[in-house]
């Protein structure tokens, strides 16, 4: 294959590249050769030209000592009773098409025996069927870890599929039952319609016992959902939209049953049929809008459960799942592994990525004797732990407890359209009854005219539009803002987000980029960045690379040596040349390096034979539009704070340089709920925008959260929305779009008001055929939709509302 | 009037194909990974991509 020799950039993982190079091509690390090797030897090279330009691969972690964490997969295989194999993977690093056919591709290429491979981009799983015995699970994955991807076993249990998604699969199937029917029912409806005068009585009759066969079977099978729902809330002595929905649906097929077989002139199928179909549609888009929050659930399960390798009394590593390693056990941790118990560092020295855990983005260096948490990942060196706790005791479940707690309370918010219905069902259903009565006692009409008469005064009322005003407006919403990266996983976070007054932020990875630069500092000449990024360049520590950021792309000095924990050393003409923390470099604390010493922040030190030690300092720098998000908020006319679990100095600088008045700092997870739960006795009605593990608990205990894109998975699941990209903008969108959904779904509820208003007295002097019905409700509801359309074209953040 | 006794189950009957149809997509998976299907279309496996010139 023809190299160009002048490669910057690693060509597996498309880093820029800092390292070694090999025969086969430049690579910046072991782990990224070996794959690209891998890749090549199947002949799968298109991969890197099918990739995305922007999405890199995932960078591959060298291997450690120690047993094999995927040895425990064959226990999550399901055999099948033809002797075929069945594992379900979760992948993590799956993030785009390339990625799917290469880690398909791979695994069949060489291995008839594998049936099928088929991997799922939404939920980041890989289906594996073979033939053969359990054991070869083992071979299959470590094709897929070589390939520089992460597995666990899916959910656990091998085959078990997700409960929740074969429910939307019977939404998706009830809902194409629903539309057939509407659209065959209707048909045969318009030409009743049509041909009222000209039709004889036989036509007629025969139409309508056509349109009974297809509008009851639908009923009864498409209409489950909302009987079921209806049912369990009036147990509960409750009712809920569904109830009037339900009492509507029944009635009219039952009328129309009755009018059937008495040839009547007038059957209401259409109406039943139409009205499930609609109510299906919005059902189901809800319910997919809510898919990726679960996949990213059962995403942080998979993570928990991938096992532990401990290191038995007769001295040979055992793979066993996290909650059964026993406390005091030796567990062997191998580079790029996650821990999987907490405990305390009994041998080696490594550099962990603790985001997880702190929500900090510094690696954390650790040495024999420090703490360490499950969760957190191992980036350089193996090591070995005594194991202090595992599974529901360690500090992870404990978050994750925290968590589920804060969001009982929640649980508390009652839909608008529900509160709604409380008021409407017995309204309508008293106002049927009235028109009965008055029927019979005033307008003496024969009892069964009367109660035809009032069975259409329900059926006209059936809240088909008042059951679409909030769905239409809200599917309408979570598209506008998905087309901008912003995903709404909760089905009432728009209504909780627009009565907000208060927003508060969390500091580090939300207000800011979460990644150190280099201090800009005018007494730096070019002369002295430049000998230091040489090293910088030759590692993938956050701060190397924000030096070698700051320096430009330049050329890399041969044979650095990363020392876990310390830094960069490397062997000079001059003799040794250092890089790293202030201990590392052996610099004597009163040296202050040139630069002012009141700064503090996250520092390298860089030392050269006969040269005085140099410091650089780094800061994590506001995102770009941080400032300009905040002063319109609060000209808006939010309330706008900065609650953070870093210094008071550090946060006070900050929110001085974005514009925010009040801060709160040194607050740990309790103390941030604290601090929430004592806005909302305020009365406030909070936003909580935050991204670590740390926030993920004032996430769940704010009125509504928001979390960035970057934010780790558990912290994801808590909030409400998530949105990607670099910029905080989404926030003030966000806020904007629910104000106007807010605004959209109010007029909706007027016009149905004033629809029933003006159709009711229609339906109780007795005029209400089934043409008039169909069209009103069909109208009622699709001027609805057309208003709830409204959001997806209009700006709002320009419109002034 | 006659022919709406032919009309009627012919045009229940492609109605019903049609649904059939979707119903079989539904339960074969079709619509597990809308994501990553709209992103399999792109590569075929016969024909590789033209190389990137970079």
Known sequence: ?801 | MNSLLFLIPAALLLGGLGLCAFLWAVRDGQFEDLDGSATRILYEDETPLPKRHT
């Open chain 1, 1 to 801: 294959m023809p190299l160009d020799s002048l490669t910057t950039h690693c060509r597996h993982c498309g880093q820029p590249l800092l390292g070694a190079a090999t025969e086969r091509g430049a690579f910046c690390c072991q782990g990224c050769a070996g794959a690209y090797t891998l890749i090549h030897d199947l002949g799968l090279d298109a991969y890197y030209d099918r990739r995305p330009a922007e999405a890199a691969a995932p960078a591959v972690a060298d291997d450690g000592d120690g047993a094999d964490p995927l040895l425990g997969l064959p226990d999550a295989v399901a055999v099948a009773p033809d002797g075929s194999c069945l594992l379900r993977l979760s992948v993590d690093g799956l993030h785009c098409g390339a990625c799917l056919w290469l880690i398909e591709a791979a695994v069949t290429k060489h291995h008839p025996e594998v049936r099928s491979a088929r991997a799922n981009l939404t939920t980041r799983c890989l289906t594996l069927r073979w033939t053969g015995t359990p054991t070869q699970a083992v071979e299959y994955a470590r094709l897929v870890t070589g390939l520089g991807y992460r597995v666990a076993p899916f959910g656990g249990a091998g085959a078990g599929a997700d409960p929740a998604a074969a429910q939307e699969r019977a939404l998706l199937r009830r809902l194409a039952l629903a539309g057939f029917a509407a659209a065959n029912v209707m048909l045969l409806s318009v030409s009743v319609w049509s041909g009222a005068d000209a039709m004889g009585d036989a036509t007629r009759t025969l139409l309508h016992w056509v349109s009974a066969l297809i509008a009851l079977p639908t009923v009864a099978i498409a209409g489950q959902p909302f009987f079921q729902s209806a049912l369990a809330a009036l147990r509960a002595g409750r009712t809920n939209m569904d109830v009037p929905i339900s009492v509507g649906v029944l009635l009219t097929t039952g009328m129309s049953v009755v009018m059937t077989v008495q040839h009547g002139e007038h059957a209401y199928f259409d109406g039943a049929v139409m009205l499930l179909f609609f109510l299906l549609v919005g059902r189901y888009l809800d319910s997919r809008a809510r898919g990726r929050a679960r996949s990213a659930a059962a995403h942080l399960l998979a993570l928990n459960q991938a096992p532990v390798t401990v290191l038995g009394a007769d001295g040979l590593p055992q793979v066993l799942p996290p909650a059964r390693v026993p406390l005091g056990a030796t567990v062997l941790v191998a580079a790029g592994e996650r821990i999987g118990v907490d405990g305390t560092v009994a041998e080696g020295v490594s550099d962990l990525d603790a985001s997880l855990v702190t929500g900090e983005t510094l690696p954390l260096a650790v040495t024999p004797g420090a703490q360490v948490f499950a969760g957190m990942i191992n980036r350089t060196a193996p090591l070995r732990l005594t194991a202090t706790a595992s599974g529901e005791g360690t500090l992870l479940a404990e978050m994750v407890r925290l968590l589920e707690a804060a969001e009982q309370g929640r649980a508390r918010h009652v839909l608008l359209a529900d509160r709604i219905a409380r008021a409407y069902t017995p309204v309508v259903h008293l106002t049927a009854l009235a028109t009965f009565l008055a029927w019979v006692f005033l307008g003496s009409a024969a009892w069964y005219q009367a109660l035809l008469i009032a069975v259409s005064v329900l059926i006209i009322t059936c809240p088909c539009a008042l059951a679409l005003a909030v769905p239409a407006v809200q599917v309408a919403a979570s598209g506008r803002l998905m087309r901008q990266g912003i995903l709404l996983k909760s089905a009432t976070a728009l209504e909780r987000l627009a009565p907000i007054d208060t927003v508060v932020f969390d500091k580090t990875g939300t207000l800011t980029l979460g990644r150190p630069d280099l201090v800009a500092d005018p007494t730096l000449a070019a002369e002295e960045l430049e000998p230091a990024a040489r090293l910088a360049r030759a590692s993938r520590h956050p701060l190397s690379r924000a030096l070698a950021r700051a320096a430009g792309p330049g050329p890399v000095a041969d044979g650095v040596v990363e020392v876990p924990g310390g830094g960069l050393r490397w062997m000079g003409p001059q003799g040794f040349v250092r890089l790293g923390s202030r201990a590392f470099c052996g610099v004597a604390d009163s040296a202050n390096g040139g630069v002012d010493e009141g700064r503090a922040g996250p520092e390298l030190w860089f030392t050269r034979c006969g040269q005085a030690p140099r410091r650089f300092l780094f800061a994590d720098r506001p995102r770009r539009d941080a400032a300009a998000v905040v002063a319109e908020l609060k000209a808006a006319g939010y309330r706008v704070e900065l609650l953070s679990g870093d210094r008071a100095v550090t946060a006070q600088a900050l929110a001085a340089e974005v514009g925010i008045d009040i801060v709160r700092a040194d607050a740990r997870p309790a103390d941030k709920c604290a601090h929430l739960a004592a806005l909302r006795a305020e009365g406030r009605n909070v936003l909580m925008v935050g991204d670590g593990l740390n926030d993920a608990a004032a996430l769940a205990a704010a009125d509504v959260s928001l979390s960035p894109a970057s934010a780790v998975d558990v912290t994801q699941t808590a909030a409400d929305v998530v949105f990607q990209g670099d910029g905080l903008a989404a926030v003030a969108e966000t806020l904007a779009v629910a104000r106007r959904a807010r605004a959209l779904v109010r007029q909706n509820l007027a016009f149905t008001l004033l629809y029933n208003l003006c159709a009711v007295p229609v339906a109780i002097a007795g005029f209400a055929t089934p043409f008039v019905a169909a069209a009103a409700m069909s109208g009622s509801s699709l001027a609805v939709m057309a208003n709830a359309l409204r959001l997806g074209s209009k700006k709002p953040r320009d419109g002034g509302y």
